[in-house]
């Protein structure tokens, strides 16, 4: 950040909207509204002499789109940015995996002060890199898309982008390029993840998605009651569980339901016992 203040940039093409941005950015402490722009023009322009550490940038505008914003500043020099849109679901999804967060209009004071609070947490961390890889999914999919009131496509050709739940912090979806699209795989589905050098391969039933992600921070962005670490290499999707094995030298191992058996590291056998309800017995 440039100041002791978040210093925010407004760009939509209707006053309402700014105006709505506006009021709802006052009530924030140490916020000061770095300026306003009601174009896709003016907004290049201004992200480039204002220097915004954050902007709300609306997609449908005149002269250009918000994703024609971000491909004329460029992914790396682009501030971190909430979409404000009046897409459907549908096309959201490739906008949920490609910026801090998203509005979709009209959005109620609770929904903005969650993509806010998101935003504040996501620049202190400083993980601008991520996000600058993130807005290239978000370009990809408006080469291949031209928005309008329907259904927009997926992103084409990205890397992998990693989707957090607004409700509970954790991942939601994940979004892994495949044949030079992106398919978004939800979290839910997962069965394990096994590390292959710089890569995670995620198994979901047959499907074996390749994303380069390292397994540290996948463990921390996974919700910890749904998934368990048994190994540096390995992460279990634990109701995949079907067996605790006990092998020759008294080395461990999991079934899994799928089938697949996988090796479980000394130190993590006694946290796994406890959550698998099993008495110390060794």
């Known amino acids: 950040m440039t100041g002791p203040n978040l210093r925010v940039l407004i760009v939509d093409d209707e006053a309402l909207g700014r105006q709505r941005l506006e009021d709802l950015l006052r009530h924030e402490e140490g916020v000061e509204i770095a300026g306003f722009a009601d174009n896709g023009d003016s907004a290049i322009e201004a992200i480039r002499t204002v220097k915004p550490d954050l902007v709300f940038l609306d997609v449908q505008m005149p002269r250009r789109t918000g994703l024609e914003v971000v491909r004329d500043i460029g992914p790396e020099n682009m501030p971190p940015t909430i979409f404000v849109t009046a897409y459907d679901r549908y096309a959201l999804d490739a906008f949920d995996v490609a910026a801090v967060d998203y509005l979709v209009k009209p959005f109620d004071d609770e929904r903005f002060e969650q ?5 504040r947490k996501m620049i202190g961390l400083t993980e601008l890199g991520k996000l600058s890889e993130q807005l290239r999914t978000v370009l ?8 309008g009131a ?4 997926l992103p084409a050709a990205a890397p992998a982008a990693l989707s957090d739940s607004v409700a509970t912090g954790y991942l939601e979806r ?4 495949m044949r030079g699209q992106v398919r978004v795989v939800p979290v839910a589905t997962i069965e394990y993840i096994a590390a292959s050098g710089p890569y995670a391969e995620i198994h979901v039933g047959e499907r074996t998605y390749i994303i380069r992600e390292r397994m540290q921070t996948l463990e921390e962005r996974l919700d910890p009651t749904d998934f368990f670490r048994i190994h540096r290499s390995v992460i279990v999707k634990l109701d995949q569980i079907e067996t605790l094995l006990r092998e020759a030298g008294g080395d461990y ?3 899994l339901r799928c089938g697949a058996r996988l090796s479980v590291s000394r130190n993590r056998v006694e946290p796994l016992e406890k959550w ?3 008495a110390k017995a060794r």
Do not use: D, H, Y
């Open 115 to 119: 993509a806010f609070r998101r935003a």
């Open 140 to 147: 990809n999919a408006g080469a291949s898309a031209t928005p």
């Open 150 to 153: 329907g259904a927009a496509a």
């Open 174 to 177: 994940i979004a892994v390029e």
């Open 253 to 255: 191992a999991v079934q």
């Open 276 to 278: 698998m309800g099993l």
